[in-house]
């Protein structure tokens, strides 16, 4: 069983920052791999960014829509995953959701593979 708690989201303007966090509990968080999506009103979840477990050598895939401006990154001993977000652009604004990848121990694109999900939080881009 594992829990996620997102935070880190907020209101920035076109081309700032943002850093997200994922705190995890339980003692298996390191097994999982480790995902990020995203929501906006009215559109289906899309994938962002996702990271292996623990032991496969930090192997991370982006949206392509991402690439160059997200970066993802886990700290096991802290049971976190990171989301940093640069260059960021109104269309990125959704609803940011942290989940732990139950089948595919490298992360995958499709949210049914992911088992346990956070709650969200919120990032708004103004331009």
């Known amino acids: 069983q594992v829990s996620l708690v997102e935070s880190g989201g907020g209101l920035v303007q076109a081309g700032g920052s943002l850093r997200l966090s994922c705190a995890a509990s339980?003692?298996?968080?390191?097994?999982?791999?480790m995902g990020w999506f995203r929501q906006a009103p009215g559109k289906e979840r899309e994938f962002v960014s996702s990271i292996s477990w623990s032991g496969g050598g930090g192997s991370t895939h982006y949206a392509d829509f991402v690439k160059g401006r997200f970066t993802i990154s886990r700290d096991d001993a802290e049971k976190t995953v990171y989301l940093q977000m640069n260059s960021l652009k109104p269309e990125d604004t959704a609803l940011y959701f942290c989940?732990?990848?139950?089948?595919?121990?490298?992360?995958?694109?499709?949210?049914?593979?992911?088992?346990?999900w956070g709650q969200g939080t919120q990032v708004t881009v103004s331009s």
């Open positions: 339980g003692r298996t968080f390191d097994s999982y791999a």
């Open positions: 989940a732990a990848d139950q089948i595919n121990p490298y992360g995958s694109p499709h949210p049914y593979e992911y088992k346990y």
